[in-house]
């Protein structure tokens, strides 16, 4: 035990470079694309909104490239778990966050469709490289048919994009994703000897440690907005994020390396994840119907109570 300091240190600097670098990353990158021409609604739909999400990614590739799969297939789900559980959880306690009528009709329904084709490919404990590639390529068409639907009113995206010439632009790019990497490095290193120091798995330490690290960006991303009073994105992210997850951060292990899991990331770790996706959902729906009137859907403190109740729910059960 003594000779964990180290790993524990490597999963502390990994966490505050991946928050650091993914901050500048997402913001040289969106402002570079900026000066390129691109359109808010574009920049907004695909760098903005997938770039909070970068953290996963790179951490799911490292972790597939270094053989610890199950590591990388439970920071896809710990970090959906987390968004919704924790991210909206907190925020609703902030603030109540009414939810645009488009979210209901396109984004919702994408991602409940998503959540049930990745439980049919998990559902026999394995990820086979085609199954991958499957859900790699769903994401295009998804984010395409998300831009398609929001065309004509691109407003309601709101990106923020820093102004910054392009050198600097490029310059923070860079700098970003070397940083990213970096980090991504150290904290699969650290989170991987940790779970070995203390016998737990992999899959564990991705389900707690990794997934809550890689959700502290979507975390203090919502919680500012929720502050400064842009009530409106905080649930718009969290779908979006939570989309990009499962179409890339959980695909890019079954592409790089097949992976054969326990049973529990289905039985246990999966229908915790899909069970809190459809409790938001019909949350959502049910407050549209019956708010309608009254301005449409919105998230309040009592289902934020309850997202964080059935989230501390679920690290009981998961380390009991």
Known sequence: MTQLWLPVLFVLIGFIGLVWSADKFVA??????????????????TIVAFG?????????????????????????LGSNLANIGLVLGVTALIAVLPVQSHLLKIELPLLLLVTAIAGWFLSDATLTRLEGWILLLL???????????????????DDETPVMTRGASIGWFIIG?????????LLVRGASELALGFGVSPLIIGLTVVAVGTSLP???????????????????????????NLLAVMAIPGIVAPLHMEQAVYSRDFFAMAGLTLLLAIALYISFFTRRRRGGAALGKPLGLLLLALYAGYYVLLLS
Do not use: Q, W
């Open 28 to 45: 040289g990158s969106a402002a570079m694309a900026r000066t390129f021409g691109l359109s808010k609604l574009i920049i907004g739909l």
């Open 52 to 76: 909070t999400s970068a953290p996963e990614v790179v951490v799911s590739l490292n972790a597939a490239l270094r053989g610890a799969g199950d590591l990388a297939i439970g920071n896809a």
């Open 139 to 157: 994401l295009p068409l998804v984010v395409a048919v998300m831009i398609y639907c929001k065309r004509s009113h691109p407003d309601e995206i």
């Open 177 to 185: 994703l070397i940083v990213l990497i970096a980090s991504s490095d």
């Open 218 to 244: 979507e975390l203090a991303a919502s919680v500012i907005s929720a502050i400064k009073g842009h009530y409106d994105i905080a649930i718009g992210n969290v779908i979006g994020s939570n989309l990009f």
